[in-house]
């Protein structure tokens, strides 16, 4: 049961932040988005490290992997706030939820065995992202230069969290999960927050703050409740998180009254199917 709540947490909080981080976006840009989440994430995550501890499981070859961990999560959701900015969270989502098929392929690449059915089913998200691309004149609300980068955007950022997912299946599972929180936090502070107000460029107008606010909590939620069920049964939590996609795609119908074209509903159901399906094979 804890699985089965901690996943489904965790992708109802993903979804959450990438609509947040939609708004938020259009309101003050990727760049300051990015600052303001990693500020609040660290407000949260900072005191929960301090009360942690330094984990016995901490040694350079963890930290090492702790730090690619961090700067792909950075980079990830930089290119996923510049896509959700100028795209439709129904096409964006689905697309960046396809981080679990990258680290897969990843694995793939670095000698690991690739389960039967697993590559028939990353060629259909493969078809999946091209068809939820496939954007008809008649429903762009953006020019197709625009859009054409949007979706390439969220397909970066696909490939930077497919990177975190695969260097976090490095780390010791006895780190406990501050910890894991704590590396992308702390260089989004440093790198992203640091420079910008330093540089008086760091945005927020009074709009845009229960946004960057909302988006920084749902990160640390979904990435703590995933944690949680995952420590109770892997494949459950997989599975339930990877759906956020689709979560997302259905309550961008909802609230932001997104219409999609026949084939990218097509498009957007061979990721989430893709998805669900690989993730429950590789995590089987």
Partial sequence: MIAVLGGLGA??????????????????????????????????????????GIPSGLDRG?????LVS????????????AAVRIGKVGVI?????????IAALIAVATGEHLAAGAAAMLLV??????LAGA??????????????????????????????????????????IAWALLPARLIGLIA???????????????????????????EVAGFSLFALGA???IAIAAVLASQFGGIAAVLGFAVFRERLGRIQVLGVTAIVVGVAVLTGIQSG
């Fill in 11 to 52: 992708a109802f909080m993903f979804a959450g932040t990438t609509l947040f981080s939609s708004r938020s976006a259009k309101l003050i840009g990727p760049w300051s988005v990015l600052a303001w989440v990693m500020i609040v994430g660290s407000a949260i995550t900072l005191p929960w490290v301090a009360a942690t």
């Fill in 125 to 130: 998200i493969a078809v999946g992202v091209v």
């Fill in 231 to 233: 420590r109770h049964g």
């Fill in 192 to 218: 992203v927050a640091l420079p910008l107000a330093l540089s008086s460029r760091l945005r927020l107008t009074r709009r845009a703050v229960p946004f960057v606010v909302g988006g920084g909590v749902c």
């Fill in 93 to 101: 989502a689905p697309i960046i939820s396809t981080e679990g098929a």
């Fill in 70 to 81: 961090g700067a792909a999560n950075v980079v990830g959701l930089l290119f996923s706030y």
């Fill in 62 to 66: 963890t930290g090492a992997w702790l």
């Fill in 135 to 176: 954007i008809p004149d008649s429903q762009r609300q953006a020019s197709p230069a625009d859009e054409k980068r949007a979706v390439a955007l969220a397909a970066a950022a696909a490939g930077c969290f497919g990177l975190g997912l695969y260097s976090t299946g490095h780390l010791s599972g006895d780190l406990p």
